[in-house]
């Protein structure tokens, strides 16, 4: 019985470790980079319905989602009734990082 405790205090403390490492892990600076050399091109003028960087009314319903709502969505892509979100944002060689960096600095910019 003991054993059983153990091992369930261990995952406890792996998945609440890893919890706080998910939500840490986003780096907004970093994210600049990747939106520059790519998320510009849809996330600047607003092409195929995405919400501007900066436009806090567009984006205060994204960012009510959760961050890893936007996140799993930009990875997946989506369409919705204002638009649509290619996977990866059309550069399938971006990392579910680079992803999560990314939709961090808009986030950050668009509060």
Known sequence: MSRFVSAALCALFVVSVGSAEAKA??????GKAVYDAGCHV??????MGAPK?????????????????LVSKSIAGFKGPKGIMPPKGGNVKLTPLQIGNATAYMVQQSK
């Open 42 to 47: 849809c996330h600047k003028a607003g092409t």
């Open 25 to 30: 892990a986003y780096n907004a600076a970093a």
């Open 53 to 69: 960087l900066g436009d806090k009314v567009a984006w205060a319903p994204r960012i009510a989602q959760g961050e890893a709502k």
